[in-house]
């Protein structure tokens, strides 16, 4: 099977070694904590500016862009979040996530286990599951609800349909990359298939597991606005249109800058937890 979706295809390393030279030299890809934060702080601060740029101070005065600046948005904000509409959208689409995600992972798991385990097995399903993960979620919009009806169910067959190509082939290639020596150990103790399953096949393809969790969390936080566009009556993407017919610009940007920071944080959050799964499994 074709690992287009993998760690090392898509740019994410799984080794605990800097990679990169720099004129013969190495280049680390982490820097120092304190100096990597103030990078990171410095480029959100750069795309700050560049957005207040384009929208107050190169606008024009009566430009219909200024409705959409930071200066509108960043206050409106706040203001949204100490009310009752904005936490109960951003609750709802959050819950949603984590549905998607985690009947992606019930899925995707056992599929790349067996995958990854059986060579017979990979070539009979490599043609159908890189034909299925190439349809666009989104096409299946109008299946979903024909088949679901309208609510959260199609919402959650989308999102999980989205979330399940990157953790099953992630989890079928950290198998095939297993260390023969752990599995011949497991082997030589008379370990059960159980045993060598849970000790030693999970913990040693849980980087990789974790790796496709990161990128499905960016894949699903991008389908479920137009997902939530359709049928419901609640969701960052309902919110969305609401605000656009109620002609509450500054709203809608505010939510659109919502969006933004909770995908962020979300990706944050699945990046500590690999750190986290990779030192464990290195102790």
């Given at each position: 099977m ?211 969790l ?12 137009p ?27 505010a ?17 500590a937890?690999?750190q ?8």
């Open positions: 074709s690992a287009s979706w993998s760690s090392d295809s898509l740019g994410v390393s799984t080794s605990s070694q800097p990679v990169g030279a720099w004129r013969g030299g190495k280049l680390p890809l982490t820097l120092p904590g304190l100096m990597g934060g103030l990078l990171g702080i410095g480029g959100l601060i750069t795309l700050l500016l560049l957005w207040w740029l384009g929208t107050d101070v190169l606008a024009s005065s009566e430009g219909f862009i200024r409705q959409f600046s930071p200066t509108t948005a960043i206050p409106k904000l706040a203001a949204m979040l100490a009310g009752p509409d904005l936490p109960v959208h951003i609750m709802v689409s959050l819950r949603r996530v984590l549905v998607g995600l985690g009947f992606a992972l019930l899925i995707g798991v056992p599929l790349g286990l067996a995958v990854g385990s059986y060579a017979r097995l990979n070539i009979a399903t490599s043609p159908a599951f890189q034909f299925l993960r190439m349809i666009s979620p989104l096409s299946w919009m109008p299946i979903a609800v024909m088949v679901f009806g309208v609510g959260d169910n199609p919402i959650y067959f989308m999102l999980a349909f989205a979330a399940v190509w990157p953790i099953l082939l992630n989890t079928a290639e950290g198998v095939r990359r297993l260390q023969p020596s752990w599995l011949s150990l497991a082997d030589s103790l008379a370990a059960t298939r159980w045993e060598t399953l849970w000790h030693v096949i999970l913990p040693g393809v849980l980087g990789h597991v974790l790796t496709g990161r990128l499905a969390i960016g894949i699903v936080w991008i389908v479920l606005v997902c939530e566009m359709l049928g419901v009556s609640a969701g960052l993407g309902y919110f969305i249109l609401d605000t656009r017919d109620r002609l509450a610009y500054s709203e809608l940007m939510t659109v800058l919502m969006i933004g920071i909770l995908g962020f944080m979300l990706d944050a959050g699945a990046r937890l690999y986290a799964a990779t030192r464990s499994h290195a102790a």
